[in-house]
């Protein structure tokens, strides 16, 4: 698929970095296993991939900051050990060349909130290692802010978690509302003066998970310039039977959100690495029929280049520079 290559393709999520750091697997060797390493990424197309930095529960009271700087470390690694094929993409310019240079650009970012430790000097020294995307929430409360997975409190952003935000619009970090309760989330749109992301994250409308966005959410992402990117959760796609989730399940969402905000608004996160895959997505190297099956359904080049990577590409020329 030419126009696949040819594009700038950009995935918006995965939790891989954790198998590298657990000894699982060396993201520069293709394995059998999993869902995304280096050899996979090239086959897939993939040009830049957001890696999540996520803190797992048993770490996120104890020790969070570590655990996210342990995971920073192995993308440092990677880049360092493989600069001919891999780096940490810092600015819009780095992710081009990357593609020019044929290596992998990786967009490093920070899952939850909890890896601050309450610290808003952790956020500034995340982002001069290289982080430029944070996603405020996992699941659960953190200081900043609640997780979908919180819905007592019905509470929005802390003073905390206004601080974080103030100082990722100053620092230039793309704020990341996939896995915030919806007052976190009014609360963000109100309050940044950037656009943001929902990197992965579904259609309510479609499949009535809690981590998935209503068209009123979306919209108001929209509005203010955001992206959200699909994704893979096979159990975001479809309420019935997610076990039997195909890739036709991901172009339905996918289609719908184009109804609902337009080509300029939607993307493309998997969550691979993190997640159960619908049955025709083993891994990465999918890619490829996202963007045949788009091509199927009567969509142009301009606007299929925009869901594999230029509307991340254009959240990040505003919120970078």
């Given at each position: 698929n030419s126009l696949h290559f040819d594009a700038l393709v950009i995935d918006g999520h995965c939790d891989t970095i954790g198998e590298q750091l657990s000894g699982k697997r060396w993201l520069g060797d293709r394995a059998a296993e999993g869902h995304i390493d280096l050899p996979r990424l090239?086959?897939?197309?993939?040009?830049?991939?957001f890696f999540a930095c996520y803190v797992p529960v048993p770490y996120q009271r104890h020790g969070a900051a570590t655990h996210a700087?342990?995971?920073?470390?192995?993308?440092?690694l990677l880049a360092e050990r493989?600069?001919?094929?891999?780096?940490?993409?810092r600015t819009?310019?780095?992710i081009r060349q990357a593609k020019t240079a044929g290596k992998i650009a990786a967009i490093a970012g920070l899952e939850g909130a909890?890896?601050?430790?309450?610290?808003?000097?952790?956020?500034?020294?995340?982002y001069r290692l290289g982080v430029r995307n944070l996603g405020l929430a996992w699941n659960f409360r953190n200081a900043a802010c609640d997780g979908v997975s919180e819905r007592r409190s019905g509470g929005g952003l802390t003073e905390f978690g206004v601080a974080v935000v103030q100082e990722c619009n100053r620092l230039g970090i793309v704020i990341d509302a996939s896995h915030l309760a919806p007052a976190g989330l009014d609360d963000v749109l109100e309050l940044s003066e950037d656009p943001i992301i929902a990197s992965h994250s579904n259609a309510f409308a479609l499949c009535d998970h809690p981590r998935n966005l209503t068209d009123a959410q979306l919209m108001a992402i929209a509005v203010k310039g955001g992206v959200i990117g699909v994704t893979f959760v096979n159990s975001f796609l479809r309420r019935e039977q997610p076990e039997l989730t195909t890739?036709?399940?991901?172009?339905?969402?996918?289609?719908?959100?184009?109804?609902?905000?337009?080509?300029?608004?939607?993307?493309?996160?998997?969550d691979f690495d993190g997640c159960t895959t619908p049955t025709d997505i083993k891994d990465t190297t999918a890619y490829p029929q996202i963007t045949a099956r788009l091509q199927?359904?009567?969509?142009?080049?301009?606007?299929?280049?925009?869901?594999?990577?230029?509307?991340?590409?254009r959240i990040f020329e505003k919120v970078w520079q």
């Open positions: 090239r086959e897939g197309g993939v040009d830049a991939q700087l342990a995971r920073l470390d192995q993308l440092h493989l600069p001919d094929q891999f780096v940490i993409a819009v310019d780095d909890e890896a601050l430790d309450g610290e808003i000097g952790l956020l500034r020294q995340f890739i036709d399940d991901v172009l339905e969402h996918l289609e719908y959100m184009l109804s609902v905000v337009g080509e300029d608004h939607v993307a493309i996160g998997s199927e359904r009567g969509y142009g080049e301009t606007t299929i280049r925009k869901i594999l990577g230029g509307n991340f590409m």
